[in-house]
């Protein structure tokens, strides 16, 4: 048996022969750098199907690390990537849509959102970011938000940030986690070398994964004390994030960010903060897991309960001297 249908195209149980197929389909917002590569992973996981999601072309500029070559350059960078993808690996049913998601009908937005089990959101737009979250909310469905960091004092790209929310409160979405990441540096999602992005796509794309699947065994990076990976490559560790990675080599930093003081506006959670992260050389890079206030009592609480103890046993006390 050669795997090959009379069309041409490889049947299924060849493709996955030594790797079992990962079904789930995913929305991708961005189909730059980050996009773009997460896009190609996911299909040769089993993903399908697939849907990006972008207004650009792509430029001369783009193409030290980008997925698609000179041939697409003047091209829709959606359409292209979807062709390419479509062509190299015929299993995905992947389309491409050169539209900006700021831009389609709030309807239609949410329609969109709702036909996939992963909603991905990897633009160079917070503004965009922030949208697709609110649309993710609105339609319950998990959303994940890869990018690296962007800041004169470190290298390009040298951090990668993947934040993941899920639906219905269980985690802070991605506008709780906004004064946090404002605090610590510039995310953005196309920026950076290209050997540096795929790192981010790898990780990232196994959390997509496992969003898809909770309860696969291979899930095991949805911890419930976890929401956010930050990774450091193969590169020398620049002076602004040697706090967090201390030395030169690939490590990475599973964190949880807190919920606000204050409800956010799109999701409305509140819970008790954590340390907020501040820059490097200043205090942790990153924020640092502890109890929440709902998880210990208010000291209110605790002086009540002593109160109630001391006196219950000075009653007892007092009755037994009284026998």
């Known amino acids: ?48 199907p697939l849907c990006l999601v972008d207004p650009d072309t792509l430029a001369v500029e783009n193409l030290v690390r980008h997925p698609l070559g000179a041939r697409a ?11 390419s993808i479509g062509r190299d690996f015929p299993p995905c049913a992947i389309t491409g849509l050169d539209r900006d998601f700021l831009a389609i009908p709030e309807g239609e937005q949410r329609a969109l959102v709702a036909a996939f089990d992963v909603v991905v959101a990897a633009t ?17 469905v998990p959303a994940v938000y890869p ?3 962007v800041d004169r004092r470190i290298r390009d790209a040298e951090v990668g940030e993947i934040l993941w929310v899920l639906p219905g409160g269980r985690t802070p979405c991605y506008e709780c986690a906004a004064a946090f990441r404002e605090s610590a540096s510039d995310a953005q999602a196309a920026r950076g070398a290209r050997v ?14 496992a969003l898809a699947h909770p309860d696969d065994e291979g899930s095991v990076s949805l911890d419930p004390q976890t929401n956010a990976v930050y990774l450091h490559g193969l590169t020398p560790t620049s ?16 964190v949880r ?29 990153l924020p640092v897991d502890g109890e929440s206030e709902l998880q210990r009592p208010p000291l209110t609480v605790i002086a009540v309960i002593a109160l109630f103890v001391l006196t219950f046993f000075v009653a007892t006390v007092v009755h037994a001297g009284a026998g």
């Open 73 to 83: 350059v003047g091209r829709p960078k959606a359409t292209a990537l979807a062709e």
């Open 257 to 285: 960010v807190s919920f606000p003081a204050r409800p956010c506006p799109a999701c409305h959670g509140r819970r008790a903060p954590l340390a907020p992260g501040t820059l490097p050389g200043q205090e942790p890079i």
């Open 147 to 149: 990018a690296v960091w």
């Open 1 to 48: 048996m050669t795997g090959q249908r009379a069309d041409g195209r490889w049947t299924e149980n060849r493709v996955w022969a030594r790797h079992p197929r990962r079904s789930g389909s995913a929305l991708i917002v961005g189909a730059g750098a980050v996009g773009g590569f997460l896009a190609e992973e996911l299909a040769r996981i089993g993903f399908s």
């Open 239 to 254: 002076p602004a994030v040697r706090a967090a990675f201390p030395t030169s080599g690939l490590s990475s930093r599973n």
């Open 196 to 209: 540096d992005i795929q790192l981010v796509v790898l990780a990232t794309a196994q959390i997509v994964r």
């Open 124 to 140: 160079d737009s917070i503004a965009c970011q922030r949208h697709v979250n609110r649309v993710a909310l609105a339609a319950g």
